[in-house]
Structures are given as structure tokens and as C-alpha cells.
DNA sequence: TGCGCTCCCGTACCGTCAGTACAGTTTTCA
DNA sequence: TGAAAACTGTACTGACGGTACGGGAGCGCA
């Protein structure tokens, strides 16, 4: 039982890491056995296929990536009280961890799995679907939270600034891996945290 | 050789829709020449190997991307004189264009390759990142432009501005596919000009 | 008329990979 | 100690990427 789970784990390691480098397609069962030193026989005793393997690296990619948000975003209201403040903490708190990162983000599973969706089941789809919803619902809740105080000198919805978060971050680990410039996503995401606080900055 | 040039670009057409919808793994020779109506055999006369297929269609698909917006940027320029507002109805036309895709955007090549980038030849990965500084130097040589004219209120790199352009489209794209909403798209891209507006309006 | 070139077909084959089937073995924990 | 969990081993199938190579239709040209 616990032994399990560790297997499973490494695989799922193994998995995630091969996936986000060359897709899905390009990665084989073969090479995640070897890498993880079981046979083919234990690879599809934890996983039905390779599709359900798919399914459990978003679920816990979408799971650990909740994690982080929470952690950012709660230490940002730790830190400020004003709405606008710890969100503008926050992105740079995120841009910062980006920063951090040797390598650059190793990239995102929910882009990797749209740009090849027809590649996977329905299932895989809708949890794409319902992740991208769950950041809409995260930060339009924090774009909520502050026009309750600033009023934003654009007419602009909170669910389409929420979206924005989104884009930034999924458009940025593109261009970062495309340019191969690390840098390229936490910087967008500070020209990103400029713009959001010139629009709830006060009028002069 | 004008035969030749008919059946490849049937060849590549058939595999940039594929491709597009399905990820490169997913999109297997047999389907394509069956599409096309081709054997193997013609198939790999046309193309040594499946890396060599995705070299011209990204190549193809560049020239594309480029003509584009030459297109919409110029008539843009021809609608305005001014910079800024030449830039932000470019903006407005794109979001436009976009908005006019039934099925919403097929997917940007640059990015699927940049998602499954070990599964490519250097090669293809700098084609990418060429792609991705030519964008830079257009968009960036816009912002220039603009910056002569007008100061914008927070410090904000031409170059960074450029490739905020990129991160919105591509960003766009991602998030348009995950939430299966076409319209995610030309609208965050209406968001962006906004932002674009707020940056260079002159204090009130 | 016939030569050569482009463009493609047909066939046979190889290695890799996802996935199946199933019997047997070790490990774990209650 | 015993049953369930966690594997191993072997043998196979079919799809796919890719190779090899001989042949042939159509076309331009001397």
C-alpha cells in the first residue's frame, strides 16, 4: 500500500518530467520503465494506460499548482491588507519563484495537453477546462476584492483581468521556451503587474 | 515540378490541420497520405523524414503568421497616422479577425513545437525562436514609434512591450483551447489594448 | 523517336512502441 | 502466518516511423 504509492509516485515524476519536455507522444512507456527501474508489467498495474497516466499527472500538476497559488497569494495578504497591495505583492512574489527557477519554468501540463488535445479523452479535456475555470474564479475574486476600493480607469471586467492572469503566465512560459530566455515570464508578468497597477491607480 | 509543388502543399495542409488539432505524435504518416491520397513512398519523396515535414510546415506557417501582419498592421497605418492609435486599431482589427474564426483559432505551430521541444531538431527550435524575435523587433519597432511621440506612464521597455504582444497571443490561444471559449482570445487581446491606451494617455 | 527527368507507386521489410494476457513471485501489513 | 498488494517474466499483437529498391507514367527536349 505504501509502497505503491511511492511507485506510483515515481513514475509520475519520471512522467511528468519526459511530458513536459517533448509531449506526450514522444514519450514512451519504455523509457519511463527503465527510468524508474520497474518492468512493464508494474507500469500498467498502477496505470490502465497511458491515457490514464495522463490524467493522474494533471491532477496532481493542477493540484500542486493550487498549492502554490495559495501559498503566494496568502502570504501576499499576510503581508499588505489592502486588496490591490497584496495582489501587486503577490505577482511580484510569483515573479520572483519564477525568477528562481535554474532552468526556466519547466512549462505548464495544461498547455502541453491543449496544444495535443484531441490526443486525449474527454475526461482530460474537461479537467483542463475546469482548471483554467478554477484561476478565473481565484483571481477575479482578487480583481473583485479590489474595485470594492479602487475604481479601474478602464472599464474592464474582473473575469476577463482574472483571464489575464492566465494568459500572461500560459503566454509567457511560451515565449520564455520558444526564445529559450528564462527571464522572458517573470518579466512579463511585472509589465503585466505594471498595467494592473496603473489601472487602479488614482487619478492625479 | 508544378505537380510536385500541388501534392506537397496537399501534404501540408492535410498536416497543419492535424498537427494543430491532434500535437505532432498524434498525427501519424498513414492518415496523412491517406488524406491526400498518396503512398508512402511519394510521401517520403516529398519529405525525408516526419522532422523535415514539420520544418516546412513551421516554415510555411511563419511566412503565414508575417503576412498577416503586414497586412493588418499596414491598412492599420493607413488608417491612422498617429502611432499609438495606428497600433491600437491594428489591435482592434486583429481581435476582429480573430473573433471571425468560427471554430476560434487552429493553434499556433511556434507554440505546439515549443511544448514538445526535445521532440524537435535544433533546427526547429531556433526557426521558433527566430519567429518569436521577429515579432520582437516588429512589435518592438511600434513601441518605439510611439514612444517618440508620447511618454508613457510607467518605465516600460519597448522590447518588453513587444513581447508582451506575443505573450497575450500566444497566452490567448492556451487559455481560448483549455476553456474551450473562442471568444477568450480577442478578448484578452481587447484587454491588452486596453492597457496599451491607459499606458500612453497623456495625465490628465 | 527516344532520352532523361520529375514524380510517384508497390512491395517487402525492420525496429519501436502501446497494449494484452496471464501465470508466477515477492513484499507488506494486519 | 496468511491474504492482499505489488510487482516480475514471457510471449504476443497491431500500428507506426522509416528504409530499400525496382518500376512506371508523363513531360520536355534534342
Given at each position: ?109 495544461v498547455?502541453?495537453m ?11 479535456q474537461?479537467m483542463n477546462r ?75
Amino acid at each position: 500500500m505504501r509502497k505503491g504509492e511511492e511507485t506510483r509516485a515515481k513514475i509520475l515524476d519520471a512522467a511528468e518530467a519526459a511530458m513536459l519536455a517533448k509531449g506526450f507522444g514522444a514519450t514512451s512507456i519504455d523509457e519511463l520503465i527503465v527510468e524508474t527501474g520497474i518492468t512493464k508489467s508494474g507500469f500498467f498495474y498502477h496505470f490502465r494506460d497511458k491515457n490514464e497516466l495522463a490524467k493522474a499527472l494533471l491532477e496532481r500538476y493542477i493540484e500542486n499548482d493550487e498549492r502554490i497559488y495559495d501559498e503566494i497569494f496568502g502570504r501576499a495578504r499576510e503581508l499588505a491588507d489592502d486588496p490591490l497591495q497584496a495582489f501587486l505583492i503577490g505577482l511580484k512574489l510569483l515573479s520572483e519563484l519564477l525568477s528562481d527557477l535554474p532552468n526556466g519554468h519547466p512549462g505548464c501540463l495544461v498547455a502541453t495537453m491543449c496544444t495535443q488535445e484531441r490526443a486525449f479523452d474527454r475526461e482530460i479535456q474537461e479537467m483542463n477546462r475546469q482548471a483554467a475555470l478554477m484561476w478565473r474564479r481565484r483571481f477575479g475574486a482578487m480583481f473583485r476584492d479590489i474595485m470594492q476600493v479602487y475604481q479601474p480607469r478602464e472599464a474592464l471586467d474582473a473575469d476577463q483581468l482574472a483571464d489575464m492572469v492566465s494568459t500572461v503566465l500560459e503566454g509567457g512560459i511560451v515565449l520564455s521556451k520558444a526564445l529559450k530566455e528564462p527571464k522572458s515570464l517573470p518579466d512579463q508578468l511585472l509589465v503585466f503587474r505594471s498595467f494592473v497597477r496603473l489601472l487602479f491607480q488614482p487619478a492625479a
